[in-house]
């Protein structure tokens, strides 16, 4: 199964904090003179309050783009999951990438039933995604979420190539279409933040490729070590899901 027609490049975007929807025009302006036509709405990440990604998803639908809802399943009952879905399928959402839910918050719905909510989410009609760890991959876990229906795969950040290729290698035998991670971060304070963060896995060698580059140059080697991997990748995956600061979305013209 292919999720889309061709390699496509997925662009992460976060809701506003305010209710002013009209706070994203000028990165819609960007993202579609760059090319970019698939953009994944994020929900309250890092637990803090943002308009709800369905919401947003509308209006970036109605600006012409496809997009792919993310659907962090904490502090949802079963009747809010299906109102949700029935929402979703109404507004044209058919992708969305069901997660357990962020560890700063909690809920009812935890990843142990993460299973049952799949087989909810697919009875509308709608294409599901899971996500699973390149550097950790819990199999059996993985597994139930395949049995369960999952249609694609969508990684946390890679950053090199063997990084890529050993996880490539190593979930060949599940034969779903993969939405593979590129993180592209804009400062060397930004870089080590994003190695503290649980699930980002930072390898030696690409943190060693920035030791000696200055501020000035950081954005031009993070580009380049991008499209290396990309490079590499773009005839084994469907695509790549770029998380890029939003302020830096100029930048995705020199994304290949």
């Not at 783009?65 to 979703?88: C, N, T, W």
């Not at 997660?99 to 809920?107: T, V």
């Not at 200055?214 to 490079?231: E, G, H």
Request: hydrophobic share 40%; charged share 20%.
């Amino acid at each position: 199964m292919k999720l889309f027609s061709n390699f496509t490049k997925v662009v992460e975007i976060i809701p506003p904090g305010s209710g002013n929807l009209k706070e994203l025009s000028q990165h819609i302006k960007i993202l579609k003179e760059v090319g970019i036509d698939t953009i994944s709405v994020v929900s309250n990440p890092m637990g803090k309050p943002k308009l709800p990604a369905l919401y947003t998803a509308q209006y970036l639908i109605s600006e012409g783009f496809k997009v792919i809802v993310h659907y962090p399943l904490s502090g949802r009952s079963e009747v809010i999951i299906r109102s949700d879905m029935l929402q979703a399928a109404s507004i044209g959402v058919n992708i969305i990438l069901v997660l357990s839910g962020d560890p700063h918050s909690k809920g009812f719905w935890s990843g142990a039933c993460i299973v049952d909510v799949i087989k909810l989410v697919k009875s509308y009609n709608i294409l599901v995604g899971v996500a699973v760890d390149p550097n950790n991959i819990d199999h059996k876990y993985l597994q139930s979420k395949i049995d369960a229906g999952a249609d694609y795969l969508q990684t946390q950040p890679v950053f090199t190539i063997s990084q890529a290729l050993k996880f490539l290698k190593e979930i060949e035998p599940y034969n779903l279409p993969v939405l593979l991670g590129i993180m592209i971060p804009k400062s060397k304070n930004h870089l080590d933040n994003l190695s503290k963060i649980p699930g980002v896995v930072i390898p030696e060698d690409y943190l060693n490729t920035f030791k000696e580059i200055s501020d000035k140059d950081f954005t031009t080697y993070t580009l380049l070590q991008a499209n290396k991997v990309i490079d590499v990748v773009k005839n084994i995956v469907d695509g790549v899901y770029l998380s890029i600061p939003q302020s830096m979305f100029n930048h995705l013209k020199e994304i290949k």
